[in-house]
């Protein structure tokens, strides 16, 4: 059993949202290469490590956090999964690799999201896509195009791919 201290300011992403992100997802993430940046409780990325992902990249910048991360990855024997100390951010815009799949759960009050929108095209594959959590419903910039969307309670998350 996996555990996580409280962490003032976490959100882990809620049972039923990621229920259905995964149903959106697929079943298994066969092969597949996943960046849960913020990772916070790490959820989405244990998740996708659970459904067979190739490689799963975390990035967490809470020490707190990031202790508990390195306990359940630990625990869980989750060779697959790498966890960075470092704001996402500056993660994003200094890592070269490509992923099909990117996590995006950035703290609700920050200015993150609209530079991070920038970015994350060059550090796709070719039919990646990016989940967003977010506290308000985002407009969303070219060149991306919603795929899914939905709504829970306080919390709006979509899923983007580049058009």
């Not at 300011?9 to 995964?22: I, Y």
């Not at 940046?37 to 799963?56: I, P």
């Not at 920050?110 to 308000?136: F, H, K, T, W």
Request: charged residues 20%; aromatic residues 10%; neutral net charge.
């Amino acid at each position: 059993m996996i555990s996580f201290p409280d962490v003032p300011g976490l959100r882990p992403t809620p049972d039923r949202v990621r229920e259905t992100l995964f149903n959106w997802l697929g079943q298994t993430l066969y092969g597949r290469t996943c960046l849960d940046l913020f990772a916070g409780s790490g959820a989405l990325g244990f998740e996708a490590a659970s459904r067979g992902a190739e490689q799963v990249v975390m990035v967490e910048l809470n020490r707190t956090a990031y202790r508990a991360l390195q306990e359940n990855i630990k625990k869980l024997g989750c060779a697959n999964v790498f966890l960075h100390a470092q704001d996402g951010l500056e993660f994003a815009s200094r890592d070269n690799r490509r992923y099909d799949v990117i996590f995006l759960d950035p703290p609700f009050q920050s200015d993150y999201l609209p530079r991070l929108m920038e970015i994350l095209p060059q550090r796709l594959n070719g039919n990646g896509v990016v989940y967003v959590e977010s506290g308000a419903a985002i407009d969303v910039p070219s060149p991306w195009q919603v795929v899914k969307s939905g709504k829970a309670g306080q919390v709006y998350y979509q899923l983007l791919q580049v058009g």
